[in-house]
């Protein structure tokens, strides 16, 4: 927390000392947004609305997710939580292939990447398909669900076998999602694109260096 400062301003013989505005750190838990640096903190377990709009601004565009609980109440309470307190601000869509999905959720502060890699949560059964504009999370394998997100590019219904269950779907800017940078496709080793270990244990530096073309997001809010 960065310390307080007081500005003493005179005007003639009196003396004025305007109050100070609380570290944004402040006003968030006291405004019951859990700090996504901490994936301990209490907010975190806020269960999320029966659905919400969750609007993405990046660097190609504005997208909306519409989020249903009822698809896959543990992901989207997961979601809602991440979403709400910026853990999305400034990430990457580091896996973006074209026709498949645009992949994103490892963040560029590596100690972040660090803290949430064990707190997976249990699988949701699958209740939609993964067709056009659905949002799913990435795993590696069963009940292994943290922060990863895709959005599917075309008919991915070949994932649902494997349990990979979608939460939202993009019901404005698909557009933007379709045009989301996807030059350096697969990751490494199967691709050119990036390898996700280095970016686990390099984070936002390795990107900026490597693959300075890939598109982020901005800003993430709960609408």
Known sequence: MRSLSYISVMALTAFAVPACKKPASTAKAAA??????????????QQAPDSFRARFSTT??????????AWAPRGVDRFYNL????????????????????????HGDTGVTAAWRPRVIADDPVRRTN???????????????????????????RLDASGFAPFGEVVEGMEVVDA????????????????????TVEGEKYLARQFPKLDKINKATVE
């Open 32 to 45: 019951g947004i859990p700090d996504f640096h901490n994936p301990a903190d209490p907010g975190f377990g």
């Open 60 to 69: 190609k565009g504005d997208f909306v997710i519409l989020v249903h609980r």
């Open 83 to 106: 979403v709400r307190s910026g853990f999305y601000d400034g990430v990457r869509f580091f896996r973006v292939i074209p026709g498949f999905m645009a992949q994103f959720g490892i």
């Open 131 to 157: 067709m056009r504009g659905m949002v799913t999370y990435a795993t590696a394998g069963s009940g292994t669900r943290t922060t990863q997100i895709f959005i599917n590019f075309g008919d991915n219904n």
């Open 180 to 199: 989301l940078y996807g030059g350096y496709g697969e990751g490494a080793p199967n691709g050119r694109g990036p390898e996700q270990y280095r970016l």
